[in-house]
C-alpha cells in the first residue's frame, strides 16, 4: 500500500520507475525484483501503460486493488496473520476505541497504555519497545549490543506490524464493518487539538517540502524517530501557532453487530506476537550492513560487511524483552528452525572464508608485482 500523499497525475508520461517512486515517497531499489514489486505496488492503485521505460498513467482506481501474492510462504501474506489481528481489531473496536494515533505508535501496540484492565489499544510490544523507539543508540549501549542491530530490528518490527494492521483495516472495510483513512491531527500552543482540514494538511505538506529542501532530510530518513522529532519541530515553527501534528487511523464503524468482545484474547496476542518474532528473526538473519572503511595500507577503501546472523541470541532476547506474551514461545525454538539459522551461518562462514582466501591472493600478486 501506498503509503505517500502525493498522487501521480492522469494522463502524463513520466519517464521511468524511479521518478514514479521519488513522487510517491517509494523505497526505490534498482533490481530486478523490487522492480516489478514497485510496479505491482503502484498499479494497485493506477492504471499503467507501458512505453519503453516509460509510464503513462491512464487512471487513478477509487479503491485500492488488493496485491496477489504469489510466493507460497509470503512474510505477511493471506492467512499468516489476518485472522489474528483481525480478531485483535475487532475487539479494540468493540470497546469503542475509535482512533489509533500513528504517531505514537508505542500508544497503539504497547501494554503500557492498559488501564483498569479494559483494553484500549492492539497489545503487541511490552512497555520497553518505546526505549527503542526513542532512543535506540542509548538502548543499544544498555543492552551491550550493536546500535545497528537495534535499528534494523525498530524497522523490522514497525514495518511488520504497520502493515498487517492497514491489511486487517482493508479486509474489514472490505466485509463492510468499518470505513478507515488516514487523517492529520493538530495542537496549538493555545491548547486547540482537532482534526486538520483539507487547508491546514496542504499547509503542513508544502512546508514539509520546503523544509526537506532546505535540510535534506528526505521521506526515508524520518524513518528514524530522532530525526523525524527534528523535522517536525522545523515544521511547526513554520506555521503560526502550531505546537505538533501527528497521523491518525481514523475510523467509522459501519456494522456495530460483527462487532463482538473476543474472549481468547490474550491467546490471540500470545500466537500473534510469537509469529511477529519468528518473521523478525528470518528477516534479520539474512541482513547484511555494507559499510566502507579507510585503510592505510592496499586499496583505500575497503568494503565491510557484517551479517546479522552473527546476533541470533541477542535478536532473540530482543523478542523477549519487548514482544508481548514471547518469552515463553521464543526460549522454545523448534530444532527445525535452530537447524535452519545453522545452515545459514555455516553458509556465512564459508563465503567469508572465500573472501578472506581470495584477498590473500590479491595481496600475494601484489608482492610478487612490487
Known amino acids: 500500500?501506498?503509503?505517500?500523499?502525493?498522487?501521480?497525475?492522469?494522463?502524463?508520461?513520466?519517464?521511468?520507475?524511479?521518478?514514479?517512486?521519488?513522487?510517491?515517497?517509494?523505497?526505490?531499489?534498482?533490481?530486478?525484483?523490487?522492480?516489478?514489486?514497485?510496479?505491482?505496488?503502484?498499479?494497485?492503485?493506477?492504471?499503467?501503460?507501458?512505453?519503453?521505460?516509460?509510464?503513462?498513467?491512464?487512471?487513478?482506481?477509487?479503491?485500492?486493488?488488493?496485491?496477489?501474492?504469489?510466493?507460497?510462504?509470503?512474510?505477511?501474506?493471506?492467512?499468516?496473520?489476518?485472522?489474528?489481528?483481525?480478531?485483535?481489531?475487532?475487539?479494540?473496536?468493540?470497546?469503542?476505541y475509535n482512533d489509533i494515533e500513528e504517531n505514537t505508535y508505542n500508544v497503539a501496540f504497547s501494554e503500557l497504555f492498559m488501564q483498569d484492565e479494559e483494553l484500549i489499544n492492539i497489545p503487541i510490544?511490552?512497555?520497553?519497545?518505546?526505549?527503542?523507539?526513542?532512543?535506540?543508540?542509548?538502548?543499544?549501549?544498555?543492552?551491550?549490543?550493536?546500535?545497528?542491530?537495534?535499528?534494523?530490528?525498530?524497522e523490522k518490527s514497525y514495518?511488520?506490524?504497520?502493515?498487517?494492521?492497514?491489511?486487517?483495516?482493508?479486509?474489514?472495510?472490505k466485509q463492510e464493518i468499518i470505513l478507515w483513512e488516514k487523517a492529520t491531527m493538530v495542537r496549538y500552543y493555545n491548547g486547540d487539538t482537532y482534526v486538520a482540514d483539507e487547508g491546514t494538511e496542504l499547509e503542513i505538506?508544502?512546508?514539509?517540502?520546503?523544509?526537506?529542501?532546505?535540510?535534506?532530510?528526505?521521506?526515508?530518513?524520518?524513518?528514524?524517530?530522532?530525526?523525524?522529532?527534528?523535522?517536525?519541530?522545523?515544521?511547526?515553527?513554520?506555521?503560526?501557532?502550531l505546537s505538533s501534528y501527528w497521523k491518525i487511523y481514523k475510523i467509522e464503524i459501519l456494522?456495530?453487530?460483527?462487532l463482538i468482545e473476543i474472549d481468547n484474547i490474550d491467546e490471540i496476542t500470545k500466537e500473534l506476537t510469537s509469529r511477529f518474532g519468528k518473521s523478525i528473526r528470518q528477516s534479520l538473519?539474512?541482513?547484511?550492513?555494507?559499510?566502507?572503511?579507510?585503510?592505510?595500507?592496499?586499496?583505500?577503501?575497503?568494503k565491510i560487511v557484517y551479517a546479522f546472523i552473527n546476533d541470533i541470541d541477542?535478536?532473540?532476547?530482543?523478542?523477549?524483552?519487548?514482544?508481548?506474551g514471547h518469552d515463553k514461545i521464543d526460549l522454545e525454538v523448534s530444532c527445525e528452525m535452530q537447524d535452519e539459522e545453522n545452515e545459514e551461518k555455516e553458509k556465512e562462514r564459508l563465503k567469508q572464508e572465500k573472501e578472506k582466501k581470495k584477498e590473500e591472493r590479491r595481496k600475494l600478486r601484489e608482492y610478487k608485482n612490487d
Open 1 to 96: 500500500m501506498i503509503i505517500s500523499d502525493n498522487e501521480l497525475e492522469v494522463g502524463k508520461k513520466y519517464d521511468n520507475l524511479k521518478v514514479m517512486c521519488s513522487i510517491l515517497r517509494l523505497e526505490y531499489k534498482d533490481n530486478t525484483c523490487s522492480r516489478k514489486a514497485l510496479v505491482k505496488q503502484i498499479e494497485s492503485q493506477y492504471k499503467l501503460e507501458r512505453q519503453g521505460r516509460s509510464y503513462l498513467v491512464l487512471e487513478k482506481y477509487s479503491e485500492v486493488k488488493e496485491i496477489e501474492d504469489k510466493r507460497k510462504d509470503n512474510r505477511i501474506g493471506k492467512g499468516k496473520y489476518e485472522l489474528l489481528m483481525d480478531s485483535l481489531l475487532i475487539n479494540l473496536l468493540h470497546n469503542k
Open 125 to 154: 510490544f511490552t512497555s520497553k519497545y518505546k526505549k527503542l523507539i526513542d532512543d535506540y543508540e542509548e538502548l543499544a549501549n544498555k543492552l551491550g549490543m550493536n546500535d545497528k542491530l537495534l535499528d534494523m530490528y525498530r
Open 159 to 173: 514495518i511488520t506490524v504497520k502493515q498487517c494492521l492497514e491489511s486487517a483495516l482493508n479486509r474489514l472495510q
Open 205 to 241: 505538506k508544502e512546508i514539509e517540502k520546503e523544509v526537506e529542501n532546505e535540510t535534506g532530510i528526505e521521506f526515508f530518513k524520518r524513518r528514524n524517530p530522532i530525526i523525524n522529532k527534528e523535522f517536525k519541530i522545523k515544521v511547526c515553527r513554520k506555521i503560526t501557532g
Open 255 to 258: 456494522d456495530n453487530e460483527k
Open 285 to 302: 538473519i539474512k541482513h547484511k550492513y555494507k559499510f566502507v572503511e579507510e585503510v592505510a595500507i592496499g586499496n583505500p577503501r575497503v
Open 314 to 324: 541477542n535478536i532473540t532476547k530482543l523478542n523477549n524483552m519487548l514482544l508481548i
